[in-house]
Every structure is written in C-alpha cells, then in structure tokens.
C-alpha cells in the first residue's frame, strides 16, 4: 500500500506549552489506523491539524506527495480530508437533509430532492435516520451517524473519525464498522480514534501511539495487545487500576440511610413507572440499554426534565417530597447530575476553566453576586489541583482541553456545590484510560465519604468496578436489583434484554 | 388559604399526600424467600403475639395463649387476645379483643382493666410493653374500631390511635400520644424514650420524652404497614410488616366515594384491601390471580398479602429483610422474636409459627 498522507515533525504550541511535538506519521492507502492514547495525549490536535480545523506550528503536511498547508476546514475538503467530530458539529436547527447538503448548497434548492436523494444515501448506509427530522429531535446516537454519513457523502480519501462509537449502541456499532470495512475497500484510508482499545484492535490495521504530545510507537494491530497498548498510552501498568482486577479486593460498603426514594415515577412513554432507592455511602450502579429510561429518571430527578404532569409519581429527598422546575433548586438541595453529554450540557466551551467553575458556584446562590477575579482564580486553583485537571493555566478555554479533562472540570462544578447526592451518567464516555481510573477513584472517594453516589453506565465493567449494588433499567423503569455479590454478566444482560 | 388550594391542586393533579405511589422495595428489603425457606415451628390459627415466658415461647390465637410444644393452651380467655406482654417469667399481661387488659400470671393475676382515664372505655390495645411488673405500655390502635377491624380502621383513614401508660395496680392511666393513625408496635429506644410504629402512616415514630412536643418520624416511607416492634441484637429491632402496600389499594383510599360504596356494599373479603392472607378465591381483588401466567404466580406480582421481617440497626436504619413474596404462603407476619441465635416468627396469614437464622 503507498502512502496517501505523512506528517513529518509536526508541531504545535500554545503559548509555548507543546500539544504536539515533532510527530511523524504516515496513513496508507485503504489503511484504518487507529490513533490511541490518555486524554491530552495530542490525538484531536494532531487530527485537527490533518483537518485543517488548526494550523500547524512546525512541520510539513504531504498528501498524495505533494506538500499542502489547509488554512480551513473547506479546504481540507476539497482535498478529500474530513472530519468527524467526537462531539457533532450539526446545525441543530436544520433537517438531517439539510446538514448532509450544508456547504454544497446550489443557487437554488429543490427541499423535495434533497431529501429524496438524502434518503437514498442514508439507506446506503443501512441508518434508520429520517432526512426530514431535525437535527435537534435526535438521540445522540442519530446525531453521531449524521455526523458519519455527512462525511462519507462528500466522497472524502482522507476520514478521520473522533470517537465515532462513543455514543453509539452496539447494533449501531456493527453497521459503523461494516460501513468502514465498506470505505476501506474503495480505497478511503481512515484515521479512527477511540478509547475502546478493542474496537481500535478489532477494526484497524496499524495503531500509532501518543503520549504527551510526543509519538510513542507505531505498529502492526496484529503486533499489539490491550496490556501492550495500555503500557505505551500511560507509560505504566494500568490495566489492574481499571476495569475488574482493582475492585476484586474491595468489600461492599454498608448502606447508609436512605437519601433519595423515587416511587412510581412517570414521564412519557421514556420514563415508566419507576420505583428505586439510593442510600448514602454506597454508589448505586445502574445499567440499561439506550433507551431504556436512565438518563431521563436522572435528569428528573435533577430538575431538568419535568416529570408527567398528572399522577408522574414521586420522589422523595431524605424522605420529603420534591419537585423541581429548573436544575438550580435541585442543586441547592444537594443533587446533581453530571451529564453524559458534557459539551451540550456541561460546560460553556469558550469560556475558561476558571468562568466555568465560577459559574457553577454562582448558580447555586439566590441572589446576584459581584464577580470576585481573585474568588474565581483560587476556586480554579483549588479544584484543578483537586481532580487534576491538566491545562495551561486557569484561563485555558475548556474547548482546549482533552475529553478526560473537560470531564473533570464537570466533576468539579457539580462537586463544587457540596452535594449529598451525585449522579454520574457515563461518566467516563469518551475518556482515556488514565482518567477513566483517575474518575474512578474520584467516584470511590465520594462514596467514602458518605455520600449517596449513582452511576448510569452502558458499560458493564464500569459497573461492576464502581458498584456496591447495581439496578437494571429496561423500558423505562427498574426491573431488577443485584448484589455486589451475585451480579454477573449473564444475569444482568438478562435482566436488562429481557 | 394556602394548604387548602395546595390540597385541591395536589389531589387533582395527584401529588403530595393525594400521590398514589409506594416506594420500592430495594436495597435492604430486595425480596428473598427466606420466610418460605424458614422451618415451620409449629401449626396453629392465627398465631399471633410471640412472648418468651418461664422458659418457653408463648404465642396467642384466638382466645388462647399457647406455649410452643404444648396441645392444651396454657390459658383460655373470655376473648380474643390482640396481644401480649410478659415482664421476665413473673407478670403476663393480654390485651382482649373486647378492648380491655387483663392479667394472666402474677401479683396481680386476675386484675381487668376496661377503662381508661375518665372513664372512657378501652376498645382497641395492640401492642403492650410491661416496663415493669406493673407498669405498661399500651398501644390502643382506634378508639373506635376492635383489632380485628385493622382493614375497616384503614378504610375509614382513623388517625384515632394513642399510646397509653397505666399502672396496673391503681388503673392510674396517663396518655403518651394520640391521634396516631393505628399504632401496632411499641419499644424502648435504649435512653428512655418509647418507639411506636404507625401503621396506615407507614411509619416509627419516637415519642418525646417531654409533653407538648411533636413526636420524631424515625423511619419512614415503608413500603408496608408495620406492626410490631421487638428489641434484637446489638441494639437492633426486629420490625413485623404484616400487610404491603400496593398503588390500588393507595388509589382506593384517595377514591372517598368509592371507598365508601365498597365498605357499604362488599363482603370484608373482597375490599380492594390489604390482607394478612390470601383466601384463594377467584372474588379476590388482585390477589395473584391477575399475574398467573401459565399456571406460575409471579413472586413479584402486587399481591394483598405478604410476609415481610424486618431488622433495623440501633438508629433505625433497615439493614435486612426476610420475605415471603406473593407466590409464598407465609404471610401476615404480626410478631417477631429473637432468643438465642433464633428468630421465631408468627405467620398469622400462614397459620405457622416459624423459626430461623436471624
């Protein structure tokens, strides 16, 4: 196979603080080559560069032999590089037709064409997306093969994907990778990023390695193991702090009392009937499949959902009934949520670490407050040094920071609020390795410190890491309650398919 | 103004008091079978009150107190016993069904009690608690209803319940609480203060140890109605749940009209009702028959009846349960206790008298 695209020393620095030092790589033609490593590592820099999105400190670009500089995304398209995002990039308040066509619009556009030809193209793919939704009316899932099929239909050699699985459920999954098995045959070489190191040994061809901006090795799939890859990414043995061996050890911890009860609790058709408890010291884990009611319960729960409005049942916080209208009540309370969907929901992306956390804080008082610089700065201070949020400085724009890091700055302003009750949905979706183990440890800790602690995951071994006790959520309500002890694989897929 | 329009808003919208919900049962009361798995004691009817006594386990049903082993009963009174209280092996103290309190064995044997301070008649004890030889606890659950008309008292929303101390010598009574929606369960907390718990309110309350302060809910939001209330290990109790909640029955007595209708024209058997036992009759409401599904009663099906055993920690907190679901048979659990590594239970559904690991 000859080589489509090469990097040779590719450098970029913010500020003089490297994202990406003297990185050489090269992509073969009809190649899937998974780029690996922790949150921070360079991976999206080094992409966006390839994508134009960024310009390149030092360094030189090769496509097809010849040296090219992209000053914008366009332009890397017009030279059949593109990107799909790891959070989407879609107008929201467009149709699906109308994003896949946005930017290759004619003069004038014929709205009944366009979906039908849309239509076609989407059924090509085998997705069951409706080109006339809009945007803003789909699942996160949806929103994500929109993503894909609008790469793919501008007929680019070059596909880089960010974390194209991340919200995807695993039937989902299948189609993506018969979709890029399709891709590879006619020729398209793909950059794919994951954190799911078997997805990335599953489906790429050669895996390339960063480490801290630096490139650590590159090699054969088939040359690699997850042990392997893990020990490139964090430069240390981490597979024993993650999923499995660490918490193999650990007793379950006793149940405290009761802190929140939610009885009967109805919204729609998503949210059913739903009855369960969560106790203080323990982390409850919940599983479910997509769809199956979780997130929606917990943003109920957390006010940002309204629960039916006739007979939509009841929770109770320390045993007094609650209700909610907006989010803030709920915080002032002691609950808060941590989103799944962290960029939509979870942080101002242009603002800074610093305004983020301010801002947070300030959510929670009833009056309006004075901004204090130096308040917002030590605050900043104290919670980066806390969760060992990595970046330049305390004005860093959080849209700058890795997936792991962003996550950790919603850690810290929900934390901030000195909660009784924290909800983590999928609290490690997108998040390298290192960090999943660094959240990990951080969720432990809360429920240590006896706090009522629930997880929402569709990850089963995050579950049976971090749970003292696990439910299982299946079409809109909890259908079944395990142990620490008796939980098992079967016994909990069983519960949540059947 | 404000409670009525919050009233009407919550009953129209169904919320608040007016919301038909029943927490779940998870955490520490996730079903099990232990009930079903319990070895069976002893069969009598309706065995009720479980006290130890001279060395035995004495146990009520009907008018009798039986002692466990034994084929004649030990005594047989003019009436039903609601419940018992012994204080060591000298003072054994029944409440009658006709209300009054009568001493079994001791100094005072024989000594009746039918009223209480000025002069209004006993009618309904519950549960008893002998602090000392002559000094008890009684918990009288409806000053309008007899013990045995618990579903009645329910049906009809009674918060007429008190807890009464009376010396058994003089008839001295002195009223600790009232306005109770059916206290079934009476105990000492360890510093002096009394623990009832509240049935149609699903609650334990701790009474204050001074007059004129509100009573403290300690455990709350059960998702069944508590009955009574024995000491256990490490400063633990053993709570007997003798009927569950359900969200029809919860409906029904939001539903006046309804509910009135019901009592005025339906047999007591088939009110939309909680129940100590299931009578096995297609006229049942909801009662298994609706959840068989290829001749399988699902265990987890809403049923009116159930066997549920409780263990709370020193600060009430529930730690463990032991579960007879709705495919079992030993329902109805009105009395615990433990004695030697032994927890005894009386299924008055089950019509058995059961003994297992605590």
């Known amino acids: 196979m000859d080589t489509i695209l090469s990097l040779e020393r590719v450098s970029k620095s913010y500020r003089g603080v490297?994202?990406?030092?003297?990185?050489?790589?090269?992509?073969?033609?009809?190649?899937?080559?998974?780029?690996?490593?922790?949150?921070?590592?360079?991976?999206?820099?080094?992409?966006?560069?390839?994508?134009?999105?960024?310009?390149?400190?030092?360094?030189?670009?090769?496509?097809?032999?010849?040296?090219?500089?992209?000053?914008?995304?366009?332009?890397?398209?017009?030279?059949?590089?593109?990107?799909?995002?790891?959070?989407?990039?879609?107008?929201?308040?467009?149709?699906?037709?109308?994003?896949?066509?946005?930017?290759?619009?004619?003069?004038?556009?014929?709205?009944r064409g366009l979906y039908i030809s849309a239509q076609t193209f989407l059924q090509s793919l085998n997705f069951g997306v409706d080109p006339a939704h809009l945007v803003s009316s789909l699942g996160a899932a949806q929103k994500q093969l929109v993503e894909i099929a609008r790469a793919v239909h501008h007929k680019a050699r070059v596909l880089v994907f960010d974390e194209p699985t991340a919200s995807l459920t695993p039937e989902e999954k299948r189609y993506f990778f018969s979709l890029v098995e399709r891709l590879r045959k006619q020729g398209v070489s793909i950059i794919f990023i994951s954190h799911a190191l078997e997805e990335a040994l599953q489906i790429a061809d050669r895996i390339?390695?960063?480490?801290?901006?630096?490139?650590?090795?590159?090699?054969?799939?088939?040359?690699?193991?997850?042990?392997?890859?893990?020990?490139?990414?964090?430069?240390?043995?981490?597979?024993?702090?993650?999923y499995g061996h660490a918490s193999a050890g650990r007793s379950t911890r006793a149940r405290g009392a009761r802190v929140l009860s939610v009885q009967n609790l109805s919204m729609g058709s998503m949210v059913k009937n739903n009855s369960f408890s969560i106790y203080a010291g323990q982390i409850t884990g919940m599983f479910g499949l997509v769809g199956s009611g979780r997130t929606e319960t917990a943003k109920i729960i957390a006010g940002a959902l309204k629960r039916?409005?006739?007979?939509?049942?009841?929770?109770?916080?320390?045993?007094?009934?609650?209700?909610?209208?907006?989010?803030?009540?709920?915080?002032?309370?002691?609950?808060?949520?941590?989103?799944?969907?962290?960029?939509?929901?979870?942080?101002?992306?242009?603002m800074s670490i610093a305004e983020n956390l301010y801002v947070g804080q300030m959510a929670a008082h009833r009056a309006a407050q004075r901004v204090n610089m130096a308040q917002m700065q030590a605050l900043a201070k104290d919670w980066r040094a806390r969760l060992n949020i990595r970046a330049i400085g305390n004005d860093a724009r959080v849209i700058e920071l890795s997936g792991g890091n962003q996550?950790?700055?919603?850690?810290?302003?929900?934390?901030?609020?000195?909660?009784?009750?924290?909800?983590?949905?999928?609290?490690?979706?997108?998040?390298?390795?290192?960090?999943?183990?660094?959240?990990?440890?951080?969720?432990?800790?809360?429920?240590?410190?006896?706090?009522?602690?629930?997880?929402?995951?569709?990850?089963?071994?995050?579950?049976?890491?971090?749970?003292?006790?696990?439910?299982?959520?299946?079409?809109g309500r909890v259908v079944e309650e395990f142990t620490r002890e008796n939980a098992t694989e079967e016994r909990i897929m069983y519960a949540a398919v059947h | 103004m404000i409670p009525f329009w919050r009233r009407l808003a919550d009953r129209l919208l169904g919320r608040g008091e007016s919301a038909v919900t029943v927490p779940a049962m998870?955490?520490?009361?996730?079903?099990?079978?232990?009930?079903?798995?319990?070895?069976?004691?002893?069969?009598?009817?309706?065995?009720?009150?479980?006290?130890?006594?001279?060395?035995?386990?004495?146990?009520?049903?009907?008018?009798?107190?039986?002692?466990?082993?034994?084929?004649?009963?030990?005594?047989?009174?003019?009436?039903?016993?609601?419940?018992?209280?012994?204080?060591?092996?000298?003072?054994?103290?029944?409440?009658?069904?006709?209300?009054s309190l009568l001493v079994c064995a001791g100094a005072l044997d024989g000594t009746r009690h039918t009223h209480w301070a000025a002069g209004r008649p006993m009618a309904c004890p519950t549960a008893l608690w002998l602090q000392d030889a002559r000094t008890v606890l009684v918990a009288e659950g409806s000053s309008r209803n007899a013990p045995a008309d618990w579903q009645l008292d329910l049906m009809q929303r009674n918060a007429l319940g008190?807890?009464?101390?009376?010396?058994?010598?003089?008839?001295?009574?002195?009223?600790?609480?009232?306005?109770?929606?059916?206290?079934a369960g009476l105990a000492g907390d360890g510093q002096g203060r009394v623990l009832v718990s509240e049935s149609w309110r699903h609650r334990v309350i701790r009474l204050p140890a001074q007059p004129g302060v509100a009573a403290a809910e300690v455990l709350g939001d059960l998702p069944a109605y508590p009955g009574r209330l024995v000491p256990g290990p490490q400063g633990g109790f053993w709570l007997a749940l003798y009927a569950p909640r359900s969200q029809l029955v919860e409906l029904v007595l939001r539903e006046t009209r309804y509910r009135n209708d019901?009592?005025?024209?339906?047999?007591?058997?088939?009110?939309?009702?909680?129940?100590?036992?299931?009578?096995?009759?297609?006229?049942?409401?909801?009662?298994?028959?609706?959840?068989?599904?290829?001749?399988?009663?699902k265990p987890w099906a809403p049923s009116r009846s159930y066997g549920l055993a409780l263990y709370l920690d020193a600060d009430l907190n529930p730690v463990h349960g032991k579960h007879s679901r709705a495919d079992g048979r030993r329902h109805g659990i009105t009395s615990l206790l433990e004695h030697e590594g032994t927890l005894y239970a009386a299924s008055r559904g089950g019509d058995m008298i059961l003994a297992m690991e605590p």
């Open chain 1, 208 to 242: 390339t390695i960063l480490r801290d901006g630096e490139h650590v090795l590159t090699e054969s799939a088939a040359a690699l193991d997850r042990d392997r890859i893990i020990a490139a990414m964090v430069g240390r043995t981490l597979s024993n702090e993650l």
């Open chain 2, 26 to 99: 998870d955490g520490a009361l996730q079903p099990n079978t232990l009930l079903d798995q319990a070895r069976v004691l002893e069969t009598a009817l309706e065995p009720d009150n479980l006290v130890r006594w001279q060395g035995g386990l004495l146990y009520t049903s009907g008018p009798d107190i039986r002692r466990v082993g034994q084929d004649a009963p030990l005594h047989r009174l003019p009436a039903p016993v609601a419940c018992l209280a012994a204080w060591g092996d000298e003072t054994l103290l029944a409440g009658l069904a006709d209300g």
């Open chain 1, 18 to 111: 490297y994202a990406v030092k003297d990185i050489d790589f090269d992509l073969r033609r009809g190649e899937v080559h998974a780029l690996l490593g922790e949150n921070g590592a360079g991976k999206s820099t080094l992409t966006k560069i390839i994508a134009g999105i960024i310009a390149p400190s030092s360094g030189r670009i090769v496509l097809e032999g010849r040296e090219v500089t992209f000053d914008e995304p366009s332009e890397a398209l017009a030279h059949g590089v593109a990107m799909v995002f790891q959070e989407t990039s879609l107008v929201p308040t467009l149709t699906v037709a109308q994003n896949l066509y946005l930017g290759n619009e004619k003069l004038f556009n014929r709205l």
């Open chain 2, 162 to 183: 008190s807890v009464w101390r009376l010396d058994l010598d003089t008839g001295q009574a002195t009223q600790l609480a009232d306005r109770l929606a059916w206290p």
């Open chain 2, 262 to 297: 019901m009592l005025r024209e339906l047999e007591r058997d088939h009110w939309i009702c909680p129940a100590l036992s299931g009578k096995r009759s297609f006229k049942e409401p909801l009662q298994r028959g609706g959840l068989k599904q290829m001749g399988i009663l």
């Open chain 1, 407 to 475: 996550q950790k700055v919603v850690i810290a302003k929900s934390l901030l609020q000195r909660p009784r009750l924290v909800i983590f949905d999928e609290p490690t979706r997108g998040v390298d390795v290192g960090a999943i183990a660094e959240i990990h440890q951080l969720i432990n800790e809360l429920a240590d410190s006896g706090l009522a602690v629930l997880v929402i995951s569709s990850y089963l071994p995050e579950i049976f890491t971090l749970s003292d006790r696990v439910l299982v959520s299946r079409e």
């Open chain 1, 308 to 350: 039916d409005f006739l007979h939509g049942g009841e929770i109770r916080l320390m045993g007094k009934p609650i209700r909610y209208r907006i989010p803030k009540q709920a915080i002032r309370d002691g609950i808060v949520y941590v989103t799944e969907d962290r960029k939509i929901e979870g942080f101002f992306e242009t």
